[in-house]
């Protein structure tokens, strides 16, 4: 606490007390080169999580190349001595629907230190429930094991309700800002959808990421925190209560903060594996007036799932912000005008 040291503690050969200041630090320094032990897949590592990735368009090649990727994460770990929780493992095999229906017979598995590892429909990774399917259902309205974001929004409302009647309206704020918006926020842009807009041209308004009804039942709660910040009664629009509380619609949010994503990304080129996807045009290619400044490539799909993706939403979305705003290098500068065009470009519902 504060000034004062703890006493001194022996360590093991190997490995650092748990909550001390610089265990964070000699882990990171000693899984650091647990990527490279990987021949083809990849690997990402955050904190004690490894997930590695392989792709392939036959089954059983699919299998031999993650069972040959999982046996040299396995050999690392008991190489620098670590443990192996193949208990914790899990395998998804994601795939479009049609092509999972005319390629897999049944369930698939891999050894993790003799342990067998059926593959499962969704898994929670980092906060975020993945399924097999490339959909956001699951992590919207939850599996067998997890609530999702909708049902826990529901509760934080509740939650937030009852705390309303011991505080005051600034403090209420403050609460709702950090029990209910920062659930909310968390990795919108990858989940989030912007419907309505021209630039996406999605066949029949269809899109594989979240849907109108999905936005609406988000926007539904947000509307009720708004209520409680603002005292406004039931039935008051949704235009008035985000006026009240200066704030953005979900939809709007989505393509705010999408928007912010990609200005960093291609400002920073980080991380790595992003910015090689959002690439900005060839500025050495063209006269800058012929094609209008900084703009980002944006990759030709045909799935509407790949379609519904953050590369594509927001790469479409970039390009249609005014080009001095795509060149502004003030983060801050660039926050503010993003927000002004968002509030008069992007309806506060889907179709509205």
Known sequence: MESKTSEYLECEDSGAPQGSILAGLFHIINSNDMPACHEEGESVVYVDDDTDNVHDGHPDQLMEKLQREVNNTVSWLKDNRLCV?????????I??????????????AI??????IEETESEKLLGVIINNKLSWKEHLYGDKDNSGLVSQLKQRVGTLRRLSKYMSKERLKMMVSGIFYSKLMYCLPVFG?????????????????????DCNKLQVLQNSVNR????ARQGVATVDLLKDTNSLSIQQMVAYYTLIMVHKVTMTGKPSYLAGKLRLRDESARELRAWGGRT???????????????VHRGSKLYNSLSRSLREETSIARFKVGTKKWVTTQIPVRPGR
């Open 111 to 116: 050894m993790v230190d003799g342990q067998r």
């Open 296 to 310: 980002v490539e944006t990759p030709t799909y045909k799935l509407e799932t790949s379609r519904a993706g953050f």
């Open 193 to 213: 959808n912007v419907h309505g807009l021209n630039i996406y041209k999605d066949s029949k308004g269809r899109s594989a990421g979240m849907t109108v009804t």
């Open 228 to 231: 409680l910040i603002t005292g």
């Open 85 to 93: 929780a193949g208990d914790k493992s899990k395998l998804l095999v």
């Open 95 to 108: 795939g479009h629907p049609e092509l999972r229906k005319a390629r897999l017979t049944g369930k698939l």
